[in-house]
């Protein structure tokens, strides 16, 4: 039940970052949108490897049961995540970046507020 | 061997005084015709003469270059050529002439001969109108070399040879087997085409007589004219030669002067219908004409040689 | 064998070390990244040599020692290895480029951020594990963004952000779908699969092959979701083209290639063939219409991937697919290169080598050889045509034509000359109620071949200082590299050394170009050089293949002689003419199809860039290039389904009619048949006078060879129930009407030539299809003689053009005075052309005519006839309105054509006169050649051949006549003794004196009454058509290009309609 409700409120992030991606027109809303998409697919990944009620995959020494070794949380996933909050922290901090030169450049806050590219 | 070869040179030398001396009397004989009709008394019979012996004894003459001088000689050839590579009356070797070179294809072509080189001669002379009436002319041709070739082709198509003498030989047995009979709309074609080809009304804007001095002797005079006018009978016999012996079952007796008597009677008879056609009928601008032989006689063509092949 | 883990390491160590080795020494740094860029090149060096001879599939590494299903595997096969050679090596490329550039080279985080590009490429390569290529695409584009903000043009962060907005959405698919994967696998190795388990079973089932793919697809920037990458080629600095197409998404294609093997194939191969085609042909279409060089790069760069997934979704050899990614990630990188310093110094004509590597690198992209994408194309098709897959094949050709359109369009405009305006240039007379004037059908100003401004009308190069750089060593480098390796490749296709060797000569002639070797030396080398080929060849050659190569080597070999009037230095100009004549050689010792193509299309390019040569010659070369693209692809289409069986031997009735059509309708583009002649006049007339000559001459007879040596496949195939043959024979009967009827009105002389020359190839096509014995000889002997006469035709006009500086007939006159030997020599060409007994050219007619009278083909043979009256009336106006009628002042002082110009009209004239005394000398080796096709139907009596139908004795014919011409003459001469020569002006001129020469002299317009009565017949239609064509392809390609809106939020929706049209293709599949 609970890894469910991990799933939908991933879905509802995803959906919702998109929606705000595709709407907003400001770009750092289009931003933020994105960021939620992020967070949305972290959640996905944490939920796969959830299991209810079970350990944390660190050698200590509740994890000699092997209840417990039955119930471990799936390590990899977490390690995923982990590494993909890394690359995603990296790529909104370069998206920002390039806000900010576009932002000086266009003078407006706006995403499509001049095109230069097109076509 | 020299025997042989002096044998043949006596009998060309013959079969082209008799082409020479009839054809003149011919021109000479339609252009008092002409006269009549139109009302007036006209020249002489012998008047061709006259010109030719005139022309040739100018003492001087004035030229613009090689191929102006040459042109007249290329003409000439070409109708000498034209009429040489035909057997002019068949089943006498004196009259056989040179036709064992090539067939049909080989006269049709070689008359290009002469119009080019005529063609050549008569624009170095410089002089606009010349150039002009070779313009004329060669668009003409090739427009009534259409139905021609087609009214060819459907002899070719019935008699299956490209041979003169072959076709001629098909036809004989009496007129109904001649291919004016057997093959009309070839004939109906052929003849038409031969309006274009002798170049009289309604298709004589290339060497317009009177008014419009144009064509290719529009510069030529003296021996050089003459040679044209020598040409010119020569090649008109050997055109009608070439008709007689297609569509109309060629020139044939047990006995040459009346095997060549029946050859003056008919292609005296061809002659005569293109006068009449030229006596009735006004000029044609260029255009029209070329519309013209690509319009009714093409047709009357295409039928002839589709009626051949099924 | 060194660990794959040292990529990364490499990359990475140098990343972290460089900005202190730049802090000590800036230059030892610099020297320093060259040896870690070429370490980069070496290892898989290494590793490709070790695998291919030790026989070991791969090069594993478990990263910590621990066992391989515990761990992230690095591991390189052959096909990694080689692939992870060529991406480094575009990364040394680069490297040297940038760091050692001349204005604003790369420094300290430009160079580590390249380091880290080449890390993230190497790690996509030789992953094994999903999570990890997540890791490296990631790394790949961060980088990238970051080399992008580095750019020059600031427009980079508006495409730079489209580009993160979409990454970011691409990454967040592949997360996805590495979620859903290890739902269903319990696993990320790649080399741990568990097995037998069905991946694709249920809802899981589709949903991560779905996200996967969609995330890596969308960063390989497929149609219709790709434009975001495009504004970003536009914006991003060239080198950074370079690195987008030419090393990120050729790793990428290696991720997908490891994910492919996962997904069931009959869902995953007809989901790539439907992306790659749409991709293939629509991202083409875009680039035509681009405008900038960068962004049409970018969509073609889109559309190579497409072809690559293609091949990856045909279920051909995945090698294939691999060949054609790293013959465009090198020719693309490289072009990007080319294409850079052609845009900073405008036209090419003095950067030869410029101009040079651009083709080359254009004509490995387009898969054409000697480069090794020709041979993968190649046997991709084979592959396709033997499982009949025409749908397949139809969209690779087609969007290869796409592809050349505008490649070639971009190439021309570079190699043209600053005279020239791009436009066909063809002078038309004007309407009656017009205002009399020039007038031109689609052209600006006053026609250029007019005036003697172009007096030589030879291409003028000059070598400034800058014509060579040290910058172009490397692009020069790449190119001599992929010459190299597509020998090698398409050698295992299918060459032999035998045959390869002719085209060193090639390469022998760019070599004394190199060291400016004088063209006159050059020519005179050619010379030998066709003489050693001959003597080469001449044990290979039979039959056809003699009589040809007689006419190749001979044709050529005597035109040779009229390079010599070229004054100073020509570069290029004889290593395309050997080019050419080796490739029209090889075409005939070819022993199988892939031979006879690959001859076939280095015929075309060498031809091409003679083309482009010209001084006017852009419209020209384009449409040659275009059309005989198509024409090469109609062939190649056609062979792929031959099963492998050599055209020249194929015997059997096999039940499949397309390749015949398809060849057969290659074969009509390539000789300009009507409705597809309109590339030929102005390439033929545009091209410099001596190689239109040898273009004319010989050029112009390969596709009748192709008829020949097809000539047992083509025959007696019938498409509903009427015969090929017999349609054929209408296309060159109407072919020949319609050349002749062009070439009447036509004031330029080149063009009167050039329709000219088509309309007689048409009589050829026509001889051979009638199928008989009598029609292929009057096909080959037309094919010789016509070499001969049209050669003189054309280097006697070519000499008048260069003495006068004009193209325009009207605009010369009376040159037989100045140049009597040119006016003779095209006097019995004329003769001969228009088939005017006694000349060797009624031989020709007199032969076809009986062979069609014989086949029964009368209506044919009357149009012949006609159209051969009309070529009697262009050849009558050409000769008559430059050596006749009125001399101009300003040509008084023209002198006789120069040696070097007469002397091969002579020598192909004294050929004509034998041919015309003695036809046997010429039709009785025919008839050998025949004699194995169809047994003799004519006979011979000494010199009088026979035929069913009639007979022609040219011997008798030319004594003939020549004693009716004599006779006359001598008799002439008697009467005629008191002759004077008169002046210019003295004429019957109603006895005043004409104005001047310009108004006297009849020669503009010269059938203007049969224009009137028939010009409805040469409305230009078909041209006409052909440029609504264009104007469509135009137009199609604007539509499609205003899909991409630059909206970033317009990208975004359409990534998701992508996603969403792909699950479409997975459902519609399931």
Same mark, same amino acid.
């Given at each position: 039940?609970?890894?469910?409700?991990? $799933?939908?409120?991933?879905?509802?992030?995803?959906?919702?970052?998109?929606?705000?991606?595709?709407?907003?027109?400001?770009?750092?809303?289009?931003?933020?949108?994105?960021?939620?998409?992020?967070?949305?697919?972290?959640? $996905?990944?944490?939920?796969?490897?959830?299991?209810?009620?079970?350990?944390?995959?660190? $050698?200590?020494?509740?994890?000699?049961?092997?209840?417990?070794?039955?119930?471990?949380?799936?390590?990899?996933?977490?390690?995923?995540?982990?590494?993909?909050?890394?690359?995603?922290?990296?790529?909104?901090?370069?998206?920002?970046?390039?806000?900010?030169?576009?932002?000086?450049?266009?003078?407006?806050?706006?995403?499509?507020?001049?095109?230069?590219?097109?076509? | 061997?020299?025997?042989?070869?002096?044998t043949k040179t006596f009998y060309t030398f013959i079969s082209l005084m008799v082409i020479l001396n009839y054809a003149l009397l011919l021109i000479g004989s339609?252009?008092?015709?002409?006269?009549?009709?139109?009302?007036?008394?006209?020249?002489?019979v012998w008047?061709p003469y006259?010109?030719i012996?005139?022309?040739?004894?100018?003492?001087?003459?004035?030229?613009?270059?090689?191929?102006?001088?040459?042109?007249?000689?290329?003409?000439l050839?070409?109708g000498l050529g034209t009429y040489l590579f035909m057997p002019v009356v068949y089943g006498f070797v004196m009259f056989e002439n040179f036709s064992?070179?090539?067939?049909?294809?080989?006269?049709?072509?070689?008359?290009?001969?002469?119009?080019?080189?005529? %063609?050549?001669?008569?624009?170095?002379?410089?002089?606009?109108?010349?150039?002009?009436?070779?313009?004329?002319?060669?668009?003409?041709?090739?427009?009534?070399?259409?139905?021609?070739?087609?009214?060819?082709?459907?002899?070719?198509?019935?008699?299956?040879?490209?041979?003169?003498?072959?076709?001629v030989?098909?036809?004989?047995?009496?007129?109904?087997?001649?291919?004016?009979?057997?093959?009309?709309?070839?004939?109906? %074609?052929?003849?038409? %085409?031969?309006?274009?080809?002798?170049?009289?009304?309604?298709?004589?804007?290339?060497?317009?007589?009177?008014?419009?001095?144009?064509?290719?002797?529009?510069?030529?005079?003296?021996?050089?004219?003459?040679?044209?006018?020598t040409n010119r009978a020569i090649f008109n016999g050997a055109k009608m030669v070439l008709f007689m012996n297609?569509?109309?079952?060629g020139a044939t007796h047990?006995y040459l002067l009346v095997a060549i008597l029946i050859m003056v009677v008919k292609t005296f008879?061809i002659y005569?219908?293109?006068?009449?056609?030229?006596?009735?009928?006004?000029?044609?601008?260029?255009?029209?004409?070329?519309?013209?032989?690509?319009?009714?006689?093409?047709?009357?063509?295409?039928?002839?040689?589709?009626?051949?092949?099924? | 064998?060194?660990?794959?883990?040292?990529?990364?390491?490499? &990359?990475?160590?140098?990343?972290?070390?460089?900005?202190?080795?730049?802090?000590?020494?800036?230059?030892?740094?610099?020297?320093?990244?060259?040896?870690?860029?070429?370490?980069?090149?070496?290892? /898989?060096?290494?590793?490709?040599?070790?695998?291919?001879?030790?026989?070991?599939?791969?090069?594993?590494?478990?990263?910590?020692?621990?066992?391989?299903?515990?761990?992230?595997?690095?591991?390189?096969?052959?096909? !990694?290895?080689?692939?992870?050679?060529?991406?480094?090596?575009?990364?040394?490329?680069?490297?040297?480029?940038?760091?050692?550039?001349?204005?604003?080279?790369?420094?300290?985080?430009?160079?580590?951020?390249?380091? =880290?590009?080449?890390?993230?490429?190497?790690?996509?390569?030789?992953?094994?594990?999903?999570?990890?290529?997540?890791?490296?695409?990631?790394?790949?584009?961060?980088?990238?963004?970051?080399?992008?903000?580095?750019?020059?043009?600031? #427009?980079?962060?508006?495409?730079?952000?489209?580009?993160?907005?979409?990454?970011?959405?691409?990454?967040?698919?592949?997360?996805?779908?590495?979620?859903?994967?290890?739902?269903?696998?319990?696993?990320?190795?790649?080399?741990?699969?568990?097995?037998?388990?069905?991946?694709?079973?249920?809802?899981?089932? +589709?949903?991560?092959?779905?996200?996967?793919?969609?995330?890596?697809?969308?960063?390989?920037?497929?149609?219709?979701?790709?434009?975001?990458?495009?504004?970003?080629?536009?914006?991003?600095?060239?080198?950074?083209?370079?690195?987008?197409?030419?090393?990120?998404?050729?790793?990428?294609?290696?991720?997908?290639?490891?994910?492919?093997?996962?997904?069931?194939?009959?869902?995953?191969?007809?989901?790539?063939?439907?992306?790659?085609?749409?991709?293939?042909?629509?991202?083409?279409?875009?680039?035509?219409?681009?405008?900038?060089?960068?962004?049409?790069?970018?969509?073609?760069?889109?559309?190579?991937?497409?072809?690559?997934?293609?091949?990856?979704?045909?279920?051909?050899?995945?090698?294939?697919?691999?060949?054609? @990614?790293?013959?465009?990630?090198?020719?693309?990188?490289?072009?990007?290169?080319?294409?850079?310093?052609?845009?900073?110094?405008?036209?090419?004509?003095?950067?030869?080598?410029?101009?040079?590597?651009?083709?080359? *690198?254009?004509?490995?992209?387009?898969?054409? /050889?000697?480069?090794?994408?020709?041979?993968?194309?190649?046997?991709?098709?084979?592959?396709?045509?033997?499982?009949?897959?025409?749908?397949?094949?139809?969209?690779?050709?087609?969007?290869?034509?796409?592809?050349?359109?505008?490649?070639?369009?971009?190439?021309?405009?570079?190699?043209?000359?600053?005279?020239?305006?791009?436009?066909?240039?063809?002078?038309?007379?004007?309407?009656?109620?017009?205002?009399?004037?020039?007038?031109?059908?689609? &052209?600006?100003?006053?026609?250029?071949?007019?005036?003697?401004?172009?007096?030589?009308?030879?291409?003028?190069?000059? *070598?400034?200082?800058?014509?060579?750089?040290?910058?172009?060593?490397?692009?020069?480098?790449?190119?001599?590299?992929?010459?190299?390796?597509?020998?090698?490749?398409?050698?295992?296709?299918?060459?032999?050394?035998?045959?390869?060797?002719? *085209?060193?000569?090639?390469?022998?002639?760019?070599?004394?170009?190199?060291?400016?070797?004088?063209?006159?030396?050059?020519?005179?080398?050619?010379?030998?050089?066709?003489?050693?080929?001959?003597?080469?060849?001449?044990?290979?050659?039979?039959? *056809?293949?003699?009589?040809?190569?007689?006419?190749?080597?001979?044709?050529?070999?005597?035109?040779?002689?009229?390079?010599?009037?070229?004054?100073?230095?020509?570069?290029?100009?004889?290593?395309?003419?050997?080019?050419?004549? +080796?490739?029209?050689?090889?075409?005939?010792?070819?022993?199988?199809?892939?031979?006879?193509?690959?001859?076939?299309?280095?015929?075309?390019?060498?031809?091409?860039?003679?083309?482009?040569?010209?001084?006017?010659?852009?419209?020209?070369?384009?449409?040659?290039?275009?059309?005989?693209?198509?024409?090469?692809?109609?062939?190649?289409?056609?062979?792929?389904?031959?099963?492998?069986?050599?055209?020249?031997?194929?015997?059997?009735?096999?039940?499949?009619?397309?390749?015949?059509?398809? =060849?057969?309708?290659?074969?009509?583009?390539?000789?300009?048949?009507?409705?597809?002649?309109?590339?030929?006049?102005?390439?033929?007339?545009?091209?410099?006078?001596?190689?239109?000559?040898?273009?004319?001459?010989?050029?112009?007879?390969?596709? +009748?060879?192709?008829?020949?040596?097809?000539?047992?496949?083509?025959?007696?195939?019938?498409?509903?129930?009427?015969? &090929?043959?017999?349609?054929?024979?209408?296309?060159?009967?109407?072919?020949?009407?319609?050349?002749?009827?062009?070439?009447?009105?036509?004031?330029?002389?080149?063009?009167?030539?050039?329709?000219?020359?088509?309309?007689?190839?048409?009589?050829?096509?026509?001889?051979?299809?009638?199928?008989?014995? @009598?029609?292929? =000889?009057?096909?080959?002997?037309?094919?010789?003689?016509?070499?001969?006469?049209?050669?003189?035709?054309?280097?006697?006009?070519?000499?008048?053009?260069?003495?006068?500086?004009?193209?325009?007939?009207?605009?010369?006159?009376?040159?037989?005075? #100045?140049?009597?030997?040119?006016? =003779?020599?095209?006097?019995?060409?004329?003769?001969?052309?228009?088939?005017?007994? /006694?000349?060797?050219?009624?031989?020709?007619?007199?032969?076809?005519?009986?062979?069609?009278? !014989?086949?029964?083909?009368?209506?044919?043979?009357?149009?012949?006839?006609?159209?051969?009256?009309?070529?009697?009336?262009?050849?009558?106006?050409?000769?008559?309105?430059?050596?006749?009628?009125?001399?101009?002042?300003?040509?008084?002082?023209?002198?006789?054509?120069?040696?070097?110009?007469?002397?091969?009209?002579?020598?192909?004239?004294?050929?004509?006169?034998?041919?015309?005394?003695?036809?046997?000398?010429?039709?009785?080796?025919?008839?050998?050649?025949?004699?194995?096709?169809?047994?003799?139907?004519?006979?011979?009596?000494?010199?009088?051949?026979?035929?069913?139908?009639?007979?022609?004795?040219?011997?008798?014919?030319?004594?003939?006549?020549?004693?009716v011409?004599?006779i /006359?003459?001598?008799?002439?001469?008697?009467?005629?003794?008191?002759?004077?020569?008169?002046?210019?002006?003295?004429?019957?001129?109603?006895?005043? #004196?004409?104005?001047?020469?310009?108004?006297?002299?009849?020669?503009?317009?010269?059938?203007?009454?049969?224009?009137?009565?028939?010009?409805?017949?040469?409305?230009?239609?078909?041209?006409?058509?052909?440029?609504? &064509?264009?104007?469509?392809?135009?137009?199609?390609?604007?539509?499609?290009?205003?899909?991409?809106?630059?909206?970033?939020?317009?990208?975004?929706?359409?990534? @998701?309609?992508?996603?969403?049209?792909?699950?479409?293709?997975?459902?519609?599949?399931?």
């Amino acid at each position: 039940m609970m890894t469910n409700l991990l $799933f939908i409120l991933a879905g509802a992030l995803v959906l919702v970052g998109l929606w705000g991606i595709l709407t907003r027109r400001n770009i750092f809303k289009i931003i933020i949108g994105f960021s939620l998409v992020d967070t949305g697919v972290h959640v $996905f990944l944490v939920a796969i490897g959830y299991v209810k009620n079970g350990t944390a995959p660190i $050698f200590d020494k509740e994890y000699s049961s092997l209840h417990s070794l039955l119930n471990t949380v799936d390590p990899i996933p977490s390690a995923l995540v982990l590494t993909a909050i890394v690359i995603g922290l990296a790529v909104t901090a370069l998206m920002l970046s390039f806000a900010v030169r576009l932002i000086l450049k266009n003078r407006t806050l706006l995403v499509d507020g001049k095109k230069e590219l097109k076509w | 061997m020299l025997s042989a070869i002096l044998t043949k040179t006596f009998y060309t030398f013959i079969s082209l005084m008799v082409i020479l001396n009839y054809a003149l009397l011919l021109i000479g004989s339609m252009a008092r015709i002409r006269a009549k009709v139109q009302g007036r008394v006209g020249q002489p019979v012998w008047q061709p003469y006259i010109d030719i012996i005139k022309n040739y004894g100018k003492r001087t003459a004035v030229t613009h270059g090689v191929m102006f001088y040459l042109g007249p000689v290329f003409r000439l050839a070409g109708g000498l050529g034209t009429y040489l590579f035909m057997p002019v009356v068949y089943g006498f070797v004196m009259f056989e002439n040179f036709s064992f070179s090539g067939d049909l294809l080989l006269v049709m072509y070689f008359i290009f001969f002469g119009q080019l080189g005529m %063609a050549l001669g008569a624009g170095e002379s410089g002089h606009p109108y010349s150039p002009l009436g070779v313009s004329r002319g060669l668009a003409q041709m090739t427009a009534f070399e259409l139905p021609f070739a087609l009214a060819v082709i459907s002899i070719v198509a019935q008699y299956g040879t490209l041979s003169i003498t072959e076709i001629v030989a098909a036809q004989q047995g009496g007129w109904q087997n001649w291919v004016a009979f057997t093959n009309p709309f070839a004939m109906i %074609a052929g003849m038409l %085409a031969f309006l274009g080809m002798s170049m009289q009304n309604p298709f004589s804007v290339v060497i317009a007589p009177q008014e419009i001095p144009i064509g290719p002797p529009t510069e030529m005079h003296s021996a050089f004219l003459g040679m044209l006018q020598t040409n010119r009978a020569i090649f008109n016999g050997a055109k009608m030669v070439l008709f007689m012996n297609l569509f109309w079952g060629g020139a044939t007796h047990k006995y040459l002067l009346v095997a060549i008597l029946i050859m003056v009677v008919k292609t005296f008879l061809i002659y005569l219908y293109v006068n009449i056609v030229g006596a009735s009928f006004p000029r044609f601008k260029t255009e029209q004409s070329i519309r013209f032989f690509l319009g009714v006689p093409t047709i009357i063509g295409i039928i002839a040689v589709i009626l051949q092949s099924i | 064998m060194v660990n794959p883990v040292f990529l990364i390491a490499i &990359t990475l160590g140098f990343a972290f070390i460089f900005p202190l080795f730049e802090k000590i020494n800036p230059k030892l740094s610099r020297l320093a990244g060259i040896l870690v860029f070429l370490t980069l090149v070496v290892i /898989p060096l290494i590793w490709f040599i070790n695998i291919s001879n030790m026989d070991i599939p791969y090069i594993y590494s478990s990263t910590v020692g621990l066992p391989s299903n515990l761990t992230i595997n690095l591991a390189v096969s052959y096909m !990694e290895a080689l692939v992870l050679l060529v991406v480094n090596g575009v990364g040394l490329f680069v490297y040297l480029q940038e760091a050692y550039s001349k204005e604003s080279p790369w420094k300290g985080k430009q160079i580590i951020l390249l380091s =880290i590009v080449m890390l993230g490429a190497n790690g996509l390569i030789i992953t094994r594990d999903i999570f990890n290529i997540f890791v490296f695409m990631e790394i790949s584009t961060i980088s990238l963004f970051g080399l992008l903000s580095c750019s020059s043009d600031d #427009r980079v962060f508006e495409g730079g952000f489209k580009y993160m907005l979409a990454s970011g959405l691409s990454s967040v698919f592949y997360l996805i779908g590495i979620g859903f994967f290890y739902l269903v696998a319990g696993t990320l190795n790649l080399d741990a699969l568990p097995d037998g388990i069905n991946f694709t079973g249920g809802v899981l089932g +589709v949903l991560w092959p779905l996200f996967l793919l969609s995330g890596v697809l969308i960063e390989l920037k497929p149609a219709f979701a790709n434009g975001w990458g495009m504004d970003t080629y536009e914006a991003a600095d060239y080198s950074l083209g370079a690195i987008m197409s030419g090393i990120q998404a050729t790793a990428l294609i290696i991720v997908l290639t490891k994910i492919i093997p996962l997904i069931e194939s009959n869902i995953i191969m007809p989901l790539l063939l439907v992306v790659g085609s749409i991709t293939f042909i629509i991202s083409h279409l875009q680039a035509l219409g681009q405008s900038s060089f960068k962004k049409m790069l970018g969509y073609s760069s889109s559309a190579q991937i497409g072809l690559v997934l293609i091949v990856l979704g045909s279920g051909t050899n995945i090698l294939l697919a691999i060949v054609l @990614l790293l013959t465009h990630s090198v020719a693309k990188s490289g072009l990007f290169y080319t294409g850079k310093y052609f845009n900073e110094c405008g036209s090419g004509r003095d950067k030869p080598l410029l101009v040079v590597l651009s083709s080359l *690198f254009v004509i490995a992209l387009l898969g054409l /050889p000697p480069f090794p994408g020709f041979g993968a194309k190649w046997t991709l098709l084979q592959i396709l045509g033997g499982k009949s897959d025409v749908f397949t094949i139809f969209i690779i050709l087609l969007g290869s034509l796409l592809e050349g359109v505008y490649l070639f369009r971009w190439l021309g405009l570079k190699i043209k000359s600053d005279r020239d305006s791009g436009l066909v240039v063809s002078e038309v007379v004007p309407d009656d109620d017009a205002i009399p004037g020039y007038s031109s059908s689609d &052209t600006i100003g006053v026609a250029s071949q007019t005036g003697l401004a172009g007096l030589g009308g030879c291409i003028k190069v000059h *070598f400034s200082s800058d014509s060579f750089s040290y910058h172009q060593l490397f692009p020069a480098l790449m190119a001599v590299i992929m010459v190299v390796s597509g020998v090698v490749f398409n050698k295992g296709v299918g060459l032999t050394f035998r045959f390869l060797i002719p *085209f060193s000569g090639i390469l022998f002639f760019v070599v004394l170009d190199l060291f400016r070797v004088p063209t006159k030396f050059q020519v005179f080398l050619a010379i030998v050089a066709s003489i050693i080929l001959g003597f080469y060849v001449y044990p290979e050659l039979n039959g *056809f293949n003699t009589l040809f190569g007689f006419i190749f080597l001979f044709g050529i070999g005597v035109q040779f002689i009229a390079f010599f009037n070229r004054k100073g230095y020509s570069p290029g100009l004889m290593a395309l003419t050997v080019g050419l004549l +080796v490739s029209l050689i090889s075409i005939l010792t070819s022993k199988t199809n892939f031979q006879l193509f690959f001859s076939w299309e280095m015929m075309t390019l060498t031809s091409y860039f003679l083309v482009l040569r010209g001084d006017n010659a852009f419209a020209g070369g384009y449409r040659y290039i275009l059309f005989s693209l198509a024409s090469a692809f109609f062939i190649l289409a056609g062979f792929s389904m031959l099963h492998g069986i050599f055209i020249g031997e194929y015997m059997s009735l096999p039940q499949n009619l397309l390749p015949v059509i398809l =060849i057969i309708i290659g074969i009509i583009i390539k000789f300009a048949g009507i409705g597809v002649h309109i590339w030929l006049p102005v390439s033929y007339a545009e091209a410099e006078n001596d190689v239109s000559s040898i273009f004319s001459t010989v050029l112009s007879k390969v596709g +009748v060879y192709m008829l020949f040596l097809g000539g047992l496949y083509f025959s007696k195939r019938v498409f509903k129930g009427v015969d &090929t043959m017999y349609l054929l024979g209408w296309i060159g009967v109407l072919t020949s009407v319609a050349g002749s009827m062009m070439a009447l009105f036509q004031e330029d002389i080149k063009y009167t030539l050039a329709y000219s020359s088509m309309g007689q190839v048409g009589y050829m096509i026509l001889g051979f299809s009638i199928m008989s014995h @009598l029609g292929w =000889i009057s096909s080959l002997y037309l094919v010789t003689t016509h070499m001969m006469f049209i050669g003189m035709l054309f280097l006697s006009v070519s000499g008048v053009i260069y003495r006068t500086g004009t193209r325009l007939m009207y605009q010369t006159g009376g040159l037989i005075k #100045r140049m009597p030997l040119s006016f =003779i020599s095209a006097l019995f060409a004329i003769i001969a052309l228009s088939g005017v007994p /006694p000349l060797s050219g009624f031989g020709a007619k007199w032969l076809m005519y009986s062979a069609l009278l !014989e086949k029964g083909w009368y209506l044919q043979a009357a149009m012949a006839m006609f159209a051969s009256g009309v070529a009697f009336l262009y050849l009558f106006r050409l000769i008559h309105s430059i050596f006749l009628g009125q001399e101009k002042a300003i040509y008084l002082n023209v002198k006789e054509a120069p040696a070097p110009l007469l002397i091969p009209q002579y020598i192909f004239m004294i050929c004509v006169m034998a041919i015309s005394m003695f036809p046997n000398l010429l039709i009785k080796p025919l008839q050998t050649v025949i004699e194995p096709y169809f047994a003799s139907t004519v006979r011979w009596e000494g010199y009088e051949v026979i035929s069913a139908l009639g007979y022609w004795n040219g011997n008798a014919v030319m004594y003939v006549t020549m004693g009716v011409f004599i006779i /006359p003459l001598i008799w002439l001469l008697i009467v005629n003794r008191h002759v004077y020569k008169v002046k210019q002006f003295n004429i019957v001129y109603a006895a005043e #004196r004409p104005f001047k020469p310009e108004t006297t002299h009849y020669a503009y317009n010269f059938f203007g009454h049969y224009q009137k009565a028939l010009g409805f017949l040469v409305e230009p239609l078909i041209s006409k058509f052909w440029n609504g &064509t264009g104007i469509l392809v135009n137009n199609l390609s604007g539509g499609l290009r205003r899909w991409n809106s630059g909206n970033p939020q317009g990208y975004v929706f359409q990534i @998701l309609l992508y996603v969403i049209f792909l699950s479409f293709l997975m459902g519609g599949t399931n």
